[in-house]
């Protein structure tokens, strides 16, 4: 199994990072252009997530590792922030805690449409960790 | 490089022409500069340009949402052009293609 693990800060501007460098370590499973893009917008979802509710657009580090085995690649995000109390009615889709109404409640939806797995562990005040698996090259 | 919206006026409708990455971050400012253009001018027709976007997530979708909301709160009207396959797969997946309608070019967008 192939490894690799980052650190970022918690801020919107390393949203367009983590899929960057999520696109290059997948690049070694030689992906479609659309698994590619696919995965982007999962990760994309994932860390935008532990920016806006995790760390409620405040400090914070994010934990990202990404897993290569054969053809199934692993996308793990986590943040130690504020957690979800029902993290069942957080991944019913349009559901938002947002009150602005720029937030479409999309994210775990997204993250659910374009990976074969999604895992979602969170305890409130300790984090939340998003697990998803997708093969790649079918 | 900065990633921002810039706005276009023509005649009661706002052309909206949307960046490469059409993400969170990007995203940040764009209530409030078109909650301001829409308060100081007459506008009925918003028209989203993705001529330049490859890469959008569901901020995207909320960002449409919203506008969507506003717009035809008041007899308004929203639509899209430069829409490319990834985009259009987003948009799909995420409800907009029933509500919205795209156009090939920008003119036939403004025009409706």
């Known amino acids: 199994m192939e490894r690799f693990r980052m650190e970022i800060e918690s801020l919107s501007k390393n949203e367009e990072l983590a899929r960057v460098v999520t696109a290059v370590f997948m690049s070694r499973l030689d992906p479609t252009l659309e698994e590619m893009d696919d995965v982007k917008t999962a990760v994309s979802e994932a860390v935008t997530n532990a920016v806006i ?32 109390a029902d993290v069942k009615r957080a991944m019913e889709p349009m559901y938002t805690t947002d009150p602005s109404g720029e937030r479409s409640g999309m994210g775990f939806s997204f993250m659910e449409a374009f990976m074969d797995q999604v895992q979602v562990e969170s305890e409130p005040g300790r984090g939340t960790l998003v697990t998803m698996r997708k093969k790649i090259g079918r | 490089m900065q990633q921002t919206f810039s706005y276009e006026a023509r005649g009661q409708a706002l052309i909206i022409h949307l960046p490469k990455e059409l993400d969170h971050h990007n995203c940040r400012n764009l209530k409030y500069e078109t909650d301001l253009l829409l308060a ?20 995207g979708i909320g ?7 506003q717009m035809t709160a008041n007899g308004g009207e929203v639509a899209l052009c430069g829409v490319n396959t990834r985009v259009r797969r987003i948009l799909t997946i995420g409800g907009i293609s029933r509500l919205m309608e795209q156009y090939e070019n920008r003119e036939a967008a403004v025009t409706g």
């Open chain 1, 53 to 84: 509710h995790g760390y409620q657009e405040g400090e914070g580090i994010i934990y990202m590792e990404l897993q290569a085995e054969e053809r199934q690649l692993t996308v793990m995000v986590r943040d130690l922030g504020v957690g979800i």
């Open chain 2, 40 to 59: 100081e001018n007459y506008i009925n027709r918003i028209v989203f340009d993705f001529s330049r976007t490859e890469f959008m997530d569901s901020s």
């Open chain 2, 63 to 69: 960002v449409l949402l919203n506008r969507y909301k």
